[in-house]
């Protein structure tokens, strides 16, 4: 009976790791598809980007008191207005235009081709690395800090903020390493329960103020006392509007998760139309259910709560309706809407991490910017559970410390959103769209400058962020030089004919690499330098047969691509065959059809250069950002990576 050798413990783990990568070992056009994402009906996956969303009502109400006093409702009015009539149509156009979770930071990225969409797009990662991450860290240590003020958890709870968060980050990693659908259920759990407890809480305050109209009368005297112009009162409300901010959290979450969302069974890869609808009721359901929420609990906390308990040290600080539910509800009460408010915001960075792990295989790996493995999820979630631990004893869990990187990283991607979206009405030609998306845009914008004027840290702790996917791009893209990224090669008749007719008496395929020069018309001339490129090639490397020889030309198209498919056209100009293609790069379009060459043939092909003058490190650095360079060194390195065996690799010959 035959002995089945078992995998080592490290191939065991790391199979496990890898395991829903499509496409980690890829070798140009050998790649496998990507995997099939398991899909939920919309309401569970807006629970998962609601754990997020919802989660701020937290700590909504007492921020938005601490802005904004007696004017509070006011405020949280302008705020509910941004939501509905801003940032719900942006996001709405979003998800048309980007169905496969790309969300606005494709839509720029196809405004700006090249090197300069490249590094703004790496820019927009950035902060949203700064957006989701912090959702994490912040989430993680609000929740701690709901936890240890609990009346009924023991003293030697306190000062232990740091430990008790690192805990529940670990926690969070484990329910990602277990998948996806785990995740989602246990969102779909906790969004339910929280948004329960919060509508008795909130009916039961609403209840308190209609019954004592004293409560009311007070507040308007003192509203109208304070500001007693109403022009004032909105000048205010739109002056503290960027401090409530946060309250717009999980729009952009909303739509990197669309591939989660179950579509509809007409749905193609190009409109997945169902997807869309989908999204679409994801991103309509969490804005209203959250602003009925948002200016119902601003009413109730500000009529209910004595002003001095929503400041620094106050009962209300950072927790209004969890006072009120202990206040009003009693502490059996308010200590399961605490552990209610505990689990949820823990949880928040559920959808943070959703977020990060459906955005950043999207365009890191696609750029040659990251690893092979980055495609791969659960090796994601130990990264990122990585920085979030360090942000978290960096900032020693403190949720203020962390609030003003959250909000630049949140108000950033939203006005990107609606620049986009602006860009994009334009584009299409709607007159009435380009106005009302720009005026969005304008007030992001104006909220996200308010917002960086008076808390700076943010951009600068989003500087790190965008510094470090800076560094960690170049290096990674460096170190893949000499991948071979060709996903497919495909060869049009002429081209397959030529083949055939050069090795029709069984002799090796012979092709000379020839610069090509678009800007010569003159048929005579180009004949003369193709006579003279092959009789160069003859007499230096004693090709037998000038007569079956192929000339390759390679035009670089965008160099800042990684990964793209290679068209090979064939054309007779005069008397010589010639094989045209466009690639990102020249040496891996030339390797790449190398391999498909001996594929087809069954033999090796050999391909002829000649040297290149100048600066090797200067020649490879061209090669990096401009896909030329010292092509054929770099030609033959490529193939040594792609085909070990060399009686199999193709033959480079350098003159």
Known sequence: MAITERPSARARVTGWLLQDDGDSRRHGPHARPEPEQPRHPWWKVMCLTGVDYFSTLGYQPGIAALAAGVLSPVATLVLVLVTLLGALPVYRRVAEESPHGEGSIAMLERLLPGW??????????????????????????????????????PESFHGMNVPITLILLALLGGVFLAGFSEA?????????????????????????????????????????????????????????????????????????????????????????AGRIVGTKKLLTTAALIMSTFLI????????????QQFGPGGQANGRALAFLAHQNLGDAFGTVYDVSTIAILWFAGASAMAGLLNLVPRFLPRYGMAPGWARASRPLVLVFVAVAVLVTILFDADV????????????????????????????????????????????????????????????????????????????????RAFELRVTGVTLDETAQAFV????????????????????????????????????????????????TVLLLEVTVSDPSEFETGLVVHGERRGPYRVLTCAAPSVPNAVAALLLHLRDVTGRPPHVYFDWTEGNPVVLFGRYLFTGVGEVAPVTREILREAEPSTVRRPVVHVG
């Open 116 to 153: 300069r969409g490249k590094v703004f797009v790496l820019v927009l990662l950035g902060f949203a690395a700064t957006d989701f991450l912090i959702t994490m860290t912040l989430s993680a240590a609000d929740a701690t800090a709901h936890l240890v003020e609990n009346p009924l958890v």
């Open 184 to 272: 989602i259920t246990i969102a779909v759990g906790l969004v339910g329960v929280y948004l329960l407890l919060n509508a008795v809480v909130v009916l039961d305050g609403l209840w308190l103020v209609v019954t004592s109209p004293h409560v009311v009368a007070d507040w308007s005297a003192l509203l109208v006392s304070r500001y007693p112009d109403p022009l004032l009162m909105v000048g205010v409300a739109l002056i503290v509007f960027p401090k409530l901010a946060l309250g717009l959290s999980g729009f952009e979450t909303g739509v990197s998760v669309m591939p989660l969302v179950t579509g509809r069974d007409d749905d193609t890869e190009a409109r997945p």
């Open 296 to 307: 119902c609990s601003s009413v109730v906390t500000v009529l209910l709560i004595p002003e």
């Open 400 to 479: 203020d410390a962390q609030g003003g990187a959250y909000a630049t990283g949140v108000l950033v991607l939203m006005a990107s959103a609606a620049i986009a979206v602006a860009l994009s009405a334009r584009r299409s030609r709607g007159r009435g769209a380009v106005v009302a998306f720009t005026l969005i845009a304008v007030v992001f914008v104006y909220t996200t400058i308010a917002n960086i004027v008076e808390r700076p840290e943010g951009v600068k702790i989003a500087a790190c962020f965008i510094l470090g996917i800076l560094v960690v791009s170049l290096l990674s893209r460096t170190l």
């Open 500 to 547: 055939t007719e050069c090795t029709a008496g069984g002799a090796p395929l012979r092709l000379v690499a020839h610069e090509p020069r678009p800007g010569e018309r003159d048929s005579a001339a180009r004949d003369e330098e193709y006579r003279a490129k092959l009789d160069e090639e003859c007499a230096d490397h004693h090709i037998p047969d000038p007569d």
